[in-house]
T-cell receptor, first 114, second 113 residues
Framework: DTAVSQTPKYLVTQMGNDKSIKCEQN?????MYWYKQDSKKFLKIMFS???????INETVPNRFSPKSPDKAHLNLHINSLELGDSAVYFC?????????????FGPGTRLTVT | AQSVTQPDIHITVSEGASLELRCNYS??????LFWYVQSPGQGLQLLLK??????LVQGIKGFEAEFKRSQSSFNLRKPSVHWSDAAEYFC???????????FGSGTRLLVRP
């Protein structure tokens, strides 16, 4: 039973298209994140939701819009895809219990824009 | 602002040899420190974490790390490397004031047979 799952695992699309990536967790955590990992493996946080409320919104083009329909789901919608959006996108979760900061990652979605 | 430096981009060790991966952080207070491992095509798996207390922490897969405040370091060690340890390793730092983790640029570990 996968703790953090993402769909799809691979996504190949053309420039200008709109696409969504979905994330679901069954850990009961209250905080979820989206990260982007570029071709050099550098990981950068994009967004975070705590109990469905946006708490981290890094400098990300407004073509990227996260949506959290409930505490177990965090989706990422990307409009007007560009070549530079090609990357691996990771969803992660954590709990805000005192002293807890570790995050648990999904398997990633490899997005290729052609 | 906090930052993390992993000075080694690649490290190659022979199977059975010992391993040490370096991590230095920048943060004014006591940080939360983590090591993650990423196998090819996989997500990140938490190896170990340090929040407080004993500065030598044990993790999964036989890894350990030591927090040295005076050196602002949190180096990862393993006494005997297995071929399956070949992967990318990331050090990360978190703080009390934010749930954001800042990741280092990663160290790729190659294991010689």
């Amino acid at each position: 039973d996968t703790a953090v799952s993402q769909t799809p695992k691979y996504l190949v699309t053309q420039m200008g298209n709109d696409k969504s990536i979905k994330c679901e967790q069954n850990l009961g955590h209250d905080t979820m994140y989206w990260y982007k990992q570029d071709s050099k493996k550098f990981l950068k946080i994009m967004f975070s939701y705590n109990n469905k409320e946006l708490i981290i919104n890094e400098t990300v083009p407004n073509r990227f819009s996260p949506k959290s329909p409930d505490k177990a789901h965090l989706n990422l919608h990307i409009n007007s895809l560009e070549l530079g959006d090609s990357a691996v996108y990771f969803c992660a979760t954590s709990t805000t219990s005192a002293g807890a900061r570790e995050q648990y990652f999904g398997p990633g979605t490899r997005l290729t824009v052609t | 602002a906090q930052s993390v430096t992993q000075p080694d981009i690649h490290i190659t060790v022979s199977e059975g040899a010992s391993l040490e991966l370096r991590c230095n952080y920048s943060y004014g207070a006591t940080p939360y420190l983590f090591w993650y491992v990423q196998s090819p095509g996989q997500g990140l798996q938490l190896l170990l974490k340090y929040f407080s207390g004993d500065t030598l922490v044990q993790g999964i897969k036989g890894f350990e790390a030591e927090f040295k405040r005076s050196q602002s370091s949190f180096n990862l060690r393993k006494p005997s490397v297995h071929w399956s340890d070949a992967a990318e390793y990331f050090c990360a730092v978190g703080t009390d004031s934010s749930y954001k983790l800042i990741f280092g640029s990663g160290t790729r570990l190659l294991v010689r047979p």
